[in-house]
């Protein structure tokens, strides 16, 4: 266990950092798997700004790699157009 002060609140703060992240990776995921499932062009087209909003979030907060979140909102950008 940690001996130091700061180290204690270093452990505390890990935590609560790390469900946070967890809180909007899941999110994340789940909108894109809806759009996935999404056979509506319209629907689709209305959700995909949101999407990529949140993938870019969390890309910024280096959640995942920038150039992964680039790689979904493309494919599903490609999706969209598609239906």
């Known amino acids: 266990m940690a001996n130091h002060k700061s180290a204690l609140k ?9 469900l946070h992240n967890r809180y909007y990776a899941r999110t994340t995921r789940n909108l894109v798997r809806q759009l ?4 509506d062009k ?9 999407v990529s909003g949140m ?10 790699h920038k150039k992964k979140a680039s790689n979904l909102k493309s ?5 969209v157009n598609s239906l």
């Open 10 to 18: 270093r452990i505390r703060r890990a935590e609560k950092v790390r």
């Open 36 to 39: 996935r499932a999404t056979t």
């Open 75 to 79: 494919k599903l950008t490609k999706y």
């Open 55 to 64: 993938l870019d979030k969390i890309a910024k907060r280096n959640i995942v």
């Open 42 to 50: 319209s629907e689709a087209a209305e959700l995909l700004p949101k």
